[in-house]
C-alpha cells in the first residue's frame, strides 16, 4: 500500500489494559505504537519512546526503522529511558472507584492490578438481579451491573433504541389498522338467527341497503386516511428526531467516527467515470466544543486503481475559543467486516504549517491532508471488505 504523505506511522492493533481508559497520558508518556502509557520505556537515537514490548515487537514484525519517522533502527540505537520510566512513576491518579468510595492514590501503571484487590468493587450480581435497560420490553436484553454501566449504555445505544420504537410504532399502526377493519366488516353484516328466519334488514330495500353499505365504505375510507395522516405525522416526528440524536452524536464521538459509505459500487462506478466526484462524510467533533472535521473519499488522480482518503477541517461557532492550527494524531482504518485482523489501519501527526490545518475561512477548508493512495480497490472487492455494497470507515481525531 503506498502513501503519497511521508512522516506516518502503521499502527499495530494491541489491546488495551483497563486503566488506559481512565486516565489519558500526556502526549510525552504516551506510546505511538499501543496509545497507551508506557511500560518499560525505550528511548531511540531518533528521539522517540516507545514500550520495550512494543517496539521489538515491531521491530521483528516490520522493516527495521522507526515507527514515527522511518529512520533505520538498530538493537545499538534503542536505550533504557530511566528518567521518563521515573517521571511516569510519580505519577498519581485516583482508583476509578472513587464514585464508591475508594481514596487511593496509584501509579497509572498500578490501577489494572488495583481494581482486582479493590474493597470498593462492585461484587458479580447473579443474572436475576442485574439491572435491565429501560427498553427491554422493545427488546433490548442487555443487562448491568449498576446504574453508572447502564447510563453508559443508554447514551450509547441512542440509535439502537431508536430503531426498536420505531419498528413497534410500525407493528402498532398495522395491528390498530387490521383491528378497524375486522370491526368495519362485523358491522356490515348481523348474523341470521338460529331459527332460521330472516333478520329485519335482509327484508327492507335493495336500495337501502346498498346506500348503507356505500355510507360505511365511504366512513372506512375516511379512517384509513385519517390513519394514513397519523401515521405520515409519526414518521415526520421520528425522522426529525433521527436527525437530532444524529447529530448528537456527531457532536459527542469524541473524535473517533465510523462512516458507512454504502451503495459503494455504484459510487465507485461513478467515480471511474468522472474522476472529479468525491464524497464527503457528515462533519463529526472531537468533543463537544471541539475541533470539527470531515472525511473525504475519491479515486487517486494518480492511480484510478487506488482510493484516495483524506481529512478536512470545518467550520464552527466556537472556531474562536479553540488553538490553531490544529495540532495531533489522525487516524484512518478500513475495517474489515469478519477478521479485524485485516484492518487497513494508518497513523499520522499533523503539521501545524500546512494550510490543511488552519483555522477555516470557509465551512470547509479547500485543502485536506491524508492518503492519495491508501489502498487498491481490487483489495477492498478482493479480500472481502465490502459487505452489503459498503464499506466502514474509521477515523479516530486526537488533539495534542
Not at 186 to 195: E, L, M, Q, T
Not at 217 to 224: L, N, P, R
Not at 299 to 305: A, D, G, L, Q, R
Request: charged share 25%.
Amino acid at each position: 500500500m503506498a502513501s503519497s504523505l511521508p512522516f506516518t506511522e502503521k499502527s499495530i492493533a494491541q489491546e488495551s489494559s483497563i486503566n488506559d481508559s481512565y486516565l489519558a497520558p500526556e502526549a510525552r508518556f504516551e506510546c505511538p505504537i499501543c496509545l497507551a502509557w508506557l511500560r518499560d520505556p525505550l528511548l531511540t537515537s531518533c528521539g522517540h519512546r516507545f514500550c520495550r514490548r512494543c517496539i521489538e515487537s515491531w521491530l521483528q514484525r516490520e522493516n527495521p526503522c522507526c515507527p514515527v519517522d522511518n529512520m533505520t533502527l538498530t538493537k545499538d540505537d534503542i536505550f533504557p529511558d530511566n528518567f521518563t520510566r521515573r517521571e511516569i512513576n510519580q505519577q498519581r491518579t485516583k482508583c476509578p472507584n472513587i464514585i464508591r468510595g475508594c481514596l487511593e492514590q496509584l501509579n497509572p501503571l498500578d490501577v489494572e492490578s488495583h481494581l482486582l484487590i479493590c474493597q470498593f468493587k462492585l461484587p458479580e450480581l447473579p443474572e436475576n438481579e442485574k439491572l435491565r435497560c429501560s427498553f427491554v420490553h422493545l427488546g433490548c436484553e442487555e443487562k448491568f451491573e449498576d446504574e453508572i454501566e447502564l447510563e453508559n449504555h443508554l447514551q450509547q445505544q441512542i440509535h439502537k433504541h431508536l430503531n426498536m420504537i420505531l419498528s413497534a410504532c410500525n407493528k402498532f399502526s398495522v395491528s390498530q389498522s387490521a383491528n378497524s377493519v375486522i370491526a368495519e366488516e362485523a358491522k356490515f353484516w348481523d348474523a341470521p338467527s338460529k331459527n332460521g328466519q330472516a333478520s329485519s334488514s335482509d327484508n327492507g330495500n335493495l336500495n337501502e341497503l346498498l346506500r348503507a353499505l356505500y355510507e360505511k365504505h365511504v366512513i372506512s375510507e375516511q379512517k384509513s386516511r385519517e390513519q394514513d395522516i397519523i401515521i405520515a405525522n409519526l414518521s415526520e416526528q421520528i425522522q426529525s428526531q433521527t436527525l437530532t440524536l444524529s447529530k448528537m452524536s456527531l457532536r459527542n464521538c469524541n473524535g473517533c467516527y465510523l462512516w458507512y459509505f454504502s451503495d459503494f459500487k455504484q459510487k465507485l462506478g461513478a467515480m471511474r467515470n468522472d474522476n472529479r466526484i468525491m464524497h464527503y462524510s457528515p462533519g463529526f467533533y472531537t468533543s463537544l466544543n471541539g475541533y470539527r472535521l470531515c472525511i473525504r473519499l475519491n479515486i487517486s488522480p494518480n492511480s484510478s486503481n487506488s482510493i484516495a482518503i483524506l481529512i478536512h477541517m470545518m467550520k464552527t461557532e466556537h472556531d474562536n475559543t479553540l488553538d490553531w492550527p490544529f495540532s495531533g494524531r489522525l487516524t484512518i482504518t478500513f475495517i474489515h467486516p469478519i477478521d479485524a485482523s485485516r484492518n487497513i489501519k494508518e497513523t499520522m501527526m499533523t503539521r501545524p504549517n500546512l494550510e490543511a490545518f488552519q483555522r477555516p475561512i470557509q465551512d470547509m477548508n479547500p485543502k485536506g491532508f491524508g492518503y492519495t493512495e491508501f489502498t487498491t480497490i481490487d483489495e477492498l472487492l478482493s479480500q472481502g471488505f465490502i459487505e452489503k455494497n459498503q464499506l466502514i470507515i474509521k477515523v479516530q481525531a486526537q488533539p495534542v
